[in-house]
């Protein structure tokens, strides 16, 4: 679950950031308002994290673009005023949920995992796919009630295609979820860590469709 | 403690009393003077009149010789019984006296009024002398009875007195309380007062004598308002301001724990340090600046001498790890500044500790004396202020671009408050040559 965090205090930033990746999501993380509009256009995250006061602005306005321009990502808030009226502003410009400082990781993390499974459709955190099981809350994959060790990125990438079953995500999309911004991709890791899933969960779980991308597979 | 009420009472109660006390008086010695001038008279009258009939022989001189004549008087009054006569001849003989007087003579005086004393009783007698009869009438007044004429009327008056000066203090009392009662009022609305309410109070149907008390009453009702509205806003701030490098440090301990990876921990923990120190230095600012608000104006008394609090400012915020000196200018020790030290302290302090922070690694702060009397400069090397920013600078926790990290935002807003308080100003301005100058002036 690729995840962008707006905040200016470079220490709060910083831990959401690493933290959220400690979580098994992959996060980047900007500082003003700028920064977030720029990236917001050029990419598309699973969930936003966004803190309300920012030097250059409100919290509110990135979200409210968002909106503006119908993208539904969903938005949890961050924010060190406690007045119920900004919590409801928030909520009624388009956020999601709404969290105030200070917080615990471990909840912006169930939170943030609870949006993106709403934001799916789905009510279940647990996910499955015929004999698959998937706990995003621990990570943990299972195949026919057994256990499988995935690495985070294999994760990443079940995830996203488990979340979405029957959808076909190209390739860049599945690199947009497994990196940051900043972070270098090396032109076949896609193909390698599908390679890695395959051996591990069986070659039928996921199916390339030819020119497009991937989705899970259909097994006869 | 005294009552206004109760001292009100007492003059109202004593003065009433004492102007009676005098009016009784007064009228206990006119009414004497007047009793006796009255009697006096009565007494001269009578002794005339006595004479007159021995004259007209009605009262035979000889027919009383031998035996003393008594002289038929009517008893009727105390008034008639008071009044006693002798009739003596010349050579010392009683020849007749009315009933009740006294055998002994009354007076040894030729004519006119006297006083005696006879069997311990006082009289007052008048004495007629008819030569041609060879007669002395004498008629006196018993004193202990005239004495008592005046002490009925003296009685008179001050029975009534007695019995209305009671009332009289009961009237007094009910018109102090009723004076007093807008006091009451107000003094039941404050008791009755919680303590956070600081409405002014009402001053309805209230004295023009209590609308200064009330005045000033509800003037520091509203400036205890203002202090207490400011140290909500402060609070609001503080818990707010507060709430963001929390979180921070909450979630970097967060990471320190969950993370297995021991780069990612030191990390982590370095970060929780930086913003622990960041922290209590927003802490520091903002108690600074409650103390400061909590300040009234000051007086422009002290004298300070800037170079050599500079000096020790300087000793303190260089930032060695990162090469950047603080310069202090040597004719600083020669000014003199009017304001108070903690003030300057305080205001230098940021200002200095602003300038270390924005300066690039290797470059020097410059304090020095402006070009103007008794101003003091503070320069820096780093980039300066954008000059759509300059106007916001000192608001509270506004943080510009060129910010950095352990920044609160407050530092230029307790250097303008502080000054302004003191009675001077905080100038920002960019350099040509790049960085922020900073003047404190008048």
């Given at each position: 679950m690729r995840i962008l965090v707006v905040e200016d205090d470079a220490i709060l930033r910083d831990g959401l950031k690493v933290g959220l990746g400690i979580g098994g999501f992959t996060a980047d993380a900007v500082e003003t308002c700028e920064e977030a509009h720029a990236v917001l256009k050029n990419h598309e995250f699973d969930a936003l994290v966004l803190d309300l006061m920012l030097p250059d602005g409100s919290g509110l306005d990135i979200l409210k673009s968002l909106r503006d321009r119908r993208d539904d990502t969903p938005v949890l808030l961050l924010t060190a005023r406690d007045a119920v009226s900004d919590r409801i502003t928030g909520l009624d410009t388009g956020a999601d949920d709404y969290l105030g400082k200070p917080f615990d990781l471990d909840e912006v993390a169930a939170r943030l995992r609870a949006l993106v499974r709403r934001a799916a459709?789905?009510?279940?955190?647990v996910l499955e796919w015929r004999c698959l099981r998937l706990d995003p809350s621990s990570q943990a994959v299972e195949k026919g009630g057994e256990a499988v060790r995935l690495s985070r990125r294999e994760y990443s990438i079940l995830h996203a295609l488990m979340i979405h079953p029957g959808q076909i995500f190209s390739k860049r999309q599945i690199e947009e979820k497994l990196y940051g911004w900043q972070e270098e991709v090396e032109s076949n890791t896609v193909e390698v860590h599908i390679h890695h899933l395959r051996a591990k969960l069986g070659s039928g779980i996921i199916q390339t469709v030819r020119g497009v991308g991937y989705r899970l597979g259909e097994e006869p | 403690m005294t009552s206004i009420s109760r001292r009100l009472f007492l003059i109202l109660v004593l003065t009433t009393g004492l102007v009676w006390l005098s009016a009784v008086v007064w009228i206990f010695l006119s009414t004497r003077a007047e009793v006796e001038r009255v009697l006096d008279a009565r007494l001269m009258e009578a002794g005339r009149m006595v004479s007159s009939l021995i004259v007209s022989q009605e009262i035979s001189v000889d027919r009383a010789k031998g035996a003393t004549a008594e002289i038929p008087v009517r008893v009727h009054s105390t008034y008639d019984r008071q009044l006693s006569c002798q009739i003596w001849s010349l050579?010392?003989?009683?020849?007749g006296r009315s009933g009740g007087a006294p055998e002994e003579k009354l007076a040894e005086h030729a004519d006119g009024f006297s006083q005696t004393e006879i069997d311990g009783e006082q009289w007052r007698v008048y004495a007629v002398t008819n030569a041609e009869l060879g007669v002395r009438v004498l008629v006196g007044d018993n004193l202990r009875i005239r004495d008592g004429l005046v002490n009925d009327v003296i009685r008179g008056l001050l029975l009534p007195a007695m019995l209305i000066l009671p009332a009289l203090a009961g009237l007094i009392w009910l018109s102090v309380r009723r004076g007093l009662a807008p006091l009451n009022r107000i003094a039941h609305d404050l008791e009755h007062r919680h303590a956070s309410d600081l409405r002014p109070i009402e001053d309805v149907e209230t004295a023009k004598e209590i609308v200064p008390v009330l005045q000033s009453l509800n003037g520091l009702f509203a400036r205890v308002a203002g202090l207490r509205e400011r140290e909500r806003n402060f609070t609001a701030f503080a818990a707010h301001e507060l709430r963001t490098p929390l979180a921070g440090l909450k979630t970097q301990a967060q990471v320190a724990l969950a993370s297995e990876d021991r780069a990612i921990r030191d990390q982590a923990l370095r970060q929780i340090m930086v913003g622990v120190d960041r922290t209590g230095r927003l802490v520091r600012q903002l108690l600074d600046m409650s103390a400061i608000e909590a300040r009234e104006q000051e007086e422009r008394g002290a004298i300070v001498l800037p170079g050599k609090i500079l000096r020790s400012l300087a000793a303190e915020l260089a930032d060695p790890s990162r090469q950047v000196t603080i310069d202090i200018a040597p004719e600083l020790d020669r000014i003199e500044f009017a304001i108070e030290p903690e003030t300057f302290t305080l205001a230098a302090r940021n200002l200095i500790e602003n300038a270390v922070n924005h300066s690039p690694s290797g470059s020097v702060v410059r304090c020095r004396a402006g070009a103007e009397d008794g101003v003091v400069v503070i320069e820096d090397?780093?980039?300066?202020?954008p000059e759509d920013e300059l106007p916001r600078v000192t608001e509270r926790f506004f943080r510009g671009r060129n910010k950095v990290s352990v920044g609160s935002g407050l530092g230029l807003a307790i250097v303008e408050l502080a000054l302004g308080r003191s009675g001077w100003r905080l100038k920002l301005e960019n350099r040509d040559a790049g960085g922020l100058r900073a003047i404190i002036a008048q």
């Open positions: 459709g789905r009510s279940r955190s | 050579q010392g003989e009683l020849i090397e780093g980039p300066g202020i």
